[in-house]
Structure formats: structure tokens, C-alpha cells
């Protein structure tokens, strides 16, 4: 347990590293997740204990974001003035969002000539 | 017996009780979701927001004390970001057959989600911090937090941005894909995953586990995606 928090932690140092130095505009935390799936790649397998930390690091995920999300307090005036775009932009991309990765997938399954796994009542 | 004020000021001055309260109304808010019958809508985050806000707001307190407590919580985001690989590297295993359209659509919807929403931001006149906080929206909300960070933007903003996404894919993304005769769970659960990460993610599980592997790796796979395309994006345009 405590060994998978270390390389947890190393990873995403190295991450914030690796940003830091080069200038590079990727999150840190994300090079370090790219260097752990790289790591687990190398060994082949997911270790019971580094399993155990990450469900317990995952398991509550939505609550991390909260601290975070209460700052919004502070910008309510920007959401005021904004309001309108935020929503039609968030409404209207989120659902042509959907629209077009699931058109693309299943053109591109068709090309390609994969058998679908089909909804019988979607 | 003390003056309930004075209480209150030797309390907020120590990270104990902001750290407890971000907690508690975690749990409400999980309550009431479930209580619901886990309705998209009630997102336990979102209520959980809105009454910590609505707490501070009303006691007078400023944010920084309230953080000074909830940072604790907040630190951990960096660790489960790396620890998203285990997931990834798992749903990895299991999708490899159908990688090349898997990598292609995945790459058009998150471009679709990028400029879908920085367009319609900009066309109606939103701020240029507005439209850096809403430019990741349809990533994780760790990973989204520290794109707009490091774009100059509102991390706080796109947190409940991110939080809004989520529940628009998941009331309205199985309809709209069923509207479009978008039968296939694989391309169902990827649409999910991609437009609205793991809120996306936990509606594609509850119809169909295929769907939700699928969800699960679009969500890791888009937060990789937009953390290297949107930066270079945003670099171009402005």
C-alpha cells in the first residue's frame, strides 16, 4: 500500500517535473499518469496493492473536485455576465460531441467490418 | 455558556471544520442522489457545491479560509489523476481489437468538444477567461482543472463546468444516440466517455457494461487527448 502511494507520488513528481522543465503545456499529474500506464505496459500486470490504492484514490473521485468547485463562489459576477453563452455552448457541444464520436465509431466499424455488439431496445 | 459567534470564530480558524463540512455535504449530497434513484440531475458534487457556497456566502466567510481547511481534499487530485492509469491500462486490455476506429473517433470527438464550445462561447460574446474554463469541459474535472490552469484560466469555473457537462451527456446523450440509430454499445459508451467523462461514464454502466468499458477508456483517452491538443490549439488561435 504504502509502496503504490510512493510510485504514485513519483510518477506524478516526475510528471510535474518533466512540465516544469521543458515548458511543456500538459498538466504534470498528466505525464505522470502516461508514466505509470507506461510502467504498467512494461510489467505486464497490476500489482493487488497498487490495485487496493487506486480504488481507494478513484473511489471517491467526484469529491476531490469539490474544494475546487466551491471557488465558483468567487467568480459568480463572470457567471452572471456570461450565463447565456455558458449555456448554449455547454448544451449544444456536449451533445454534438456525442453525436459525432458515435457516428464516426460506427462508420469506421463499418468499414473496417467489426461485428457490433447491438442494443436490442436502444 | 459561550456566545455561539465566538465558537464559530475559534472554529473557522482551524482547517478541522471546513475539512469536516466539505465531507458532510459530500455525503448529503450522495444521500439525496441516492435516495433519488441515482437521477443524473441530483449530481451529489453539484449539491454538495452549491451548499457549501450557499454556507459561506451566508456566515460571511472567504474562500480562502474555507480552502485553508479543504485543501487537504483538494491535494489529492494530482495523485488519483497518475492513479487513472490503472483504469486506463485495464479497459486498454479489453478494447485493443477495435484500437485504430476507437483512436479516430475519439480524436474527432474531443476536436468536436474543443471547438464546438470555444466557437459558440466566442460567437455570443463570452469573456476570454469564460472560454478558457470552457474550453476542457468535457474532460475529467482533475485533469480539465489543471489544462485551464495552466491556459491562464478559472479552475474553479471549469470544475462546475465540467460537473454540468457530465449531467447534460448523461440525461440527454442515450436518447439523442438513439434518436440517431447509434445501436452499437461500443460507440455508445465511447460517445458517452468522450462528451461527458465519468459522469458520462456511470449512465453508459448502469445500461450496459460493454458501454461502460468503453466510457472508461474514452474518458482517460479524451482527458489525454485534450491535455496535448488543446494547449496547442489555444496557442494558434489566440
Not at chain 1, 48 to 69: R, W, Y
Not at chain 2, 146 to 153: A, D, K, P, S, V
Amino acid at each position: 500500500m504504502l509502496a503504490s502511494l510512493t510510485l504514485i507520488l513519483v510518477c506524478q513528481l516526475v510528471g510535474e517535473l518533466t512540465a516544469g522543465f521543458f515548458g511543456l503545456p500538459v498538466p504534470g499529474p498528466v505525464l505522470g499518469m502516461v508514466l505509470l500506464f507506461l510502467i504498467l505496459g512494461v510489467r505486464g500486470r497490476i500489482s493487488e496493492p497498487l490495485k487496493a490504492t487506486a480504488d481507494g484514490l478513484l473511489g471517491h473521485l467526484s469529491l476531490l473536485f469539490i474544494p475546487a468547485g466551491v471557488g465558483v463562489m468567487a467568480h459568480l459576477s463572470l457567471l452572471e455576465a456570461d450565463w447565456l453563452p455558458i449555456t448554449v455552448a455547454l448544451l449544444v457541444s456536449t451533445l454534438l460531441t456525442i453525436a459525432v464520436t458515435g457516428f464516426v465509431m460506427v462508420r469506421l466499424d463499418r468499414m473496417t467490418g467489426h461485428t457490433s455488439t447491438e442494443a436490442d431496445d436502444a | 455558556m459561550r456566545d455561539l459567534s465566538q465558537v464559530w470564530v475559534y472554529l473557522s480558524a482551524s482547517p478541522l471544520l471546513f475539512l469536516t463540512l466539505t465531507l458532510v455535504a459530500f455525503q448529503f449530497g450522495t444521500f439525496v442522489y441516492r435516495k433519488s434513484g441515482s437521477k443524473p440531475w441530483l449530481n451529489p458534487v453539484l449539491l454538495a457545491v452549491i451548499l457549501l457556497a450557499a454556507l459561506l456566502i451566508f456566515t460571511g466567510t472567504d474562500y480562502q479560509t474555507y480552502f485553508e481547511g479543504a485543501q487537504f481534499v483538494h491535494f489529492l487530485l494530482g495523485p488519483a489523476t497518475v492513479a487513472l492509469a490503472i483504469p486506463l491500462y485495464r479497459q486498454f486490455q479489453e478494447v485493443r481489437r477495435s484500437a485504430l476506429a476507437l483512436t479516430v473517433s475519439l480524436v474527432c470527438g474531443s476536436l468536436t468538444a474543443i471547438v464546438s464550445a470555444v466557437g459558440i462561447g466566442w460567437l455570443l460574446g463570452a469573456s476570454k477567461a469564460t472560454l478558457v474554463s470552457l474550453a476542457p469541459k468535457s474532460v475529467t474535472a482533475p485533469v480539465a482543472m489543471g489544462i485551464t490552469e495552466q491556459l491562464g484560466g478559472l479552475p474553479s469555473l471549469t470544475a462546475v463546468l465540467v460537473i454540468l457537462t457530465g449531467i447534460t451527456g448523461a440525461v440527454f446523450g442515450p436518447s439523442l444516440l438513439s434518436a440517431l440509430g447509434i445501436r452499437d454499445w461500443r460507440a455508445r459508451g465511447l460517445a458517452m466517455g468522450t462528451a461527458s467523462h465519468g459522469i458520462g461514464t456511470a449512465r453508459a454502466l448502469q445500461v450496459n457494461e460493454v458501454a461502460g468499458a468503453f466510457a472508461g477508456l474514452a474518458m482517460g483517452l479524451n482527458a489525454l487527448a485534450t491535455a496535448v491538443l488543446l494547449p496547442v490549439l489555444w496557442r494558434l488561435v489566440f
